[in-house]
């Protein structure tokens, strides 16, 4: 009989956590998508009939889809913050999956204030647990391991999986009882995970837990933050221009009836802008700088995959259903099912992803977490060429075929797995020990703005046409993650050989910081 604790049990490879995990966030998932799918459809169904929805315009429906989504995961920064500097990200987690099967059970109410209510509860419960279980899986792997990034393919394949599932199931449950019954199967996915979380948590004991005091005592006092930012010039001058560009474009510039809602983003963007120097200027020596600024700046190419991938959810959407002759063999596919293939090619992919890029860093070739994300940037970026032939037979035939939509979403998929796992793993690599969940939220809003441009973007199509949106996204992508290929060396060098070592796997895991020296 094995003497190790449960902790330090492994399965398939990997520490039994990281299934726990794994099952907790594919339930999140599960709920998540499941209810997404439905929202905009519910905001813009007719107030009357048999499955009543609420009656919105399809504008109005896109508009608050938009900031719903973008808020979910902006929602990660104060997530991640009272990770670090009050409960740990196990707590979080836990009152997450709470707030969340208490906001989805909101929502099988049918009263507008309950679709109002759980929406919130929606974003607060998401900001809770997104950031900060992904956290948790970085915790699982010690120091050089090199199974870490592999774990969050594994990790990866959870998420999908229960999108998948989402896509499938809640679809029907809804064309058989309505809206409602819906949104509370997406609540009863969520209490599974909740469950599951509840029980796994003797394998978890060890990641996850609050900021160590000695970690603790070098945080940044997020009370005193702005009485330092005062004293500070050069800080609250670079905040007030901050604060002063955001009255101005989000007021003056923006418009529409949600500039007031820009205003309020731009401004708590501004603040975080001052918290990170605070947070910058406080860290202990220049590997922790660097280390920091480099993790920020990848955090630009994560807003640009995002931005374009996002596209699927809207744009390419609409093309599927529109432009797309979807007969086969007689028989027409419904658009929604050109959803899934996301999810599905990442189920099929993941592990041959991750393998290839494990096996190229065992072979000393270039596979640093930089150059996957800027790669998987470049590839998904490619696959909306097969849009431009799509938009190109569309505009000589009146339809284009289905398989470019096949391939474009292979394309986006290979490239989302070379890239989101990876920047996931990244973060919990670089961070420093105190502000490992902070790094992760930022990652996930900064996923949040790539999900607001993608929406932006997809608004301009009706004006300037698919083709000219897909050949410009195209162009973009290609050589934004060019130009990182080509500033890898000095981008590299600020990680101070995080990465270098990677290859040992038998080293204790070390709560979720990995690289502090
Ligand atoms: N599809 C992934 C998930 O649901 C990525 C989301 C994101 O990073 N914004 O976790």
Redesign the pocket.
């Known amino acids: 009989m094995s003497t190790k604790a449960a902790h330090q049990k492994e399965l398939f490879g990997h520490p039994v956590g990281l299934y726990v995990l794994f099952f907790t966030e594919m339930w999140e ?1 599960f709920s998540y998508y499941g209810m997404r799918g439905l929202l905009s459809l519910y905001m813009a169904a007719e107030i009357t009939g048999a499955n009543p929805g609420l009656g919105w315009t399809e504008a109005e429906a896109l508009k608050l889809y938009g900031w719903y989504t973008m808020l979910v ?1 902006i929602m990660s920064i104060p997530g991640g913050l009272i990770a670090d500097k009050l409960i740990g990200q196990k707590k979080s987690v836990l009152v997450g999956a709470v707030i969340l099967t208490l906001g989805h059970a909101t929502l099988a109410i049918e009263q507008e204030w309950a679709f109002f209510v759980g929406l919130i509860l929606i974003i607060l419960g998401v900001g809770m647990l997104k950031p900060n279980i992904s956290t948790m899986v970085g915790g699982l792997y010690g120091k050089n391991d090199i199974r870490r990034d592999k774990g969050f393919s594994i990790f990866y394949i959870g ?1 999908n999986t229960g ?1 998948l599932l989402a896509t499938t199931i809640v679809g029907l449950v809804v064309a058989k009882w309505g809206w409602h019954a819906g949104f509370g199967l997406a609540g009863i996915g969520m209490l599974l995970g909740l469950i599951v979380y509840l029980y796994g948590q003797k394998y978890l004991v060890h990641v996850g837990n609050k900021t160590p005091e000695n970690e603790k005592k070098d945080q940044v006092d997020l009370g005193k933050l702005f009485g330092d930012l005062i004293k500070s010039t050069k800080h609250l001058v670079i905040v007030l221009i901050l604060l002063g560009l955001s009255i101005y474009f989000g007021g003056f510039v923006m418009t529409g009836v949600d500039h007031w809602g820009y205003v309020a983003l731009f401004v708590f963007l501004s603040f975080v802008v001052g918290m990170l120097m605070m947070i910058f200027k406080s860290l202990r020596n220049q590997i922790e700088k660097d280390r920091f600024l480099v993790v920020l700046l990848s955090f630009f190419l994560v807003i640009v995959f ?1 931005g374009a991938f996002e596209q699927a959810g809207g744009l390419m959407n609409l093309y599927a259903e529109n432009k797309t002759n979807r007969m086969l063999f007689g028989w027409q596919v419904p658009t929604i099912w050109f959803q899934s293939l996301n999810a599905g090619f990442i189920i099929l992919f993941a592990v041959t992803v991750a393998n290839y890029w494990a096996k190229r860093k065992l072979k000393n070739k270039e596979a640093s977490s930089l150059f996957k994300m800027a790669t998987g940037t470049i590839i998904m970026g490619l696959g909306f060429v097969f849009m431009v032939f799509a938009a190109r037979d569309y505009n000589a035939n009146g339809s284009s075929a289905m398989y470019w939509l096949v391939l474009a979403y292979f394309f986006h998929t290979i490239g989302e797995l070379s890239s ?1 796992p990876v920047s996931l793993s990244f973060v919990t690599k670089l961070a420093p020990v105190r502000y490992a969940s902070l790094m992760m939220g930022l990652y ?1 809003a900064s ?1 949040g703005l790539g999900n607001k441009v993608a929406g932006i973007l997809g608004e301009n199509a009706s004006e300037y046409g698919e083709y000219t949106i897909f050949t410009g996204i195209t162009i973009f992508t290609v050589l934004f993650g060019l130009g990182v290929i080509a500033i890898l060396k000095p981008l590299k060098r600020l990680t101070h050989g995080a990465e270098d070592k990677e290859g040992t796997t038998n080293e204790e895991a070390e709560g979720f910081e990995l690289a502090d020296n």
């Open positions: 998932r995961y998420i999108s995002w989101s996930f996923t």
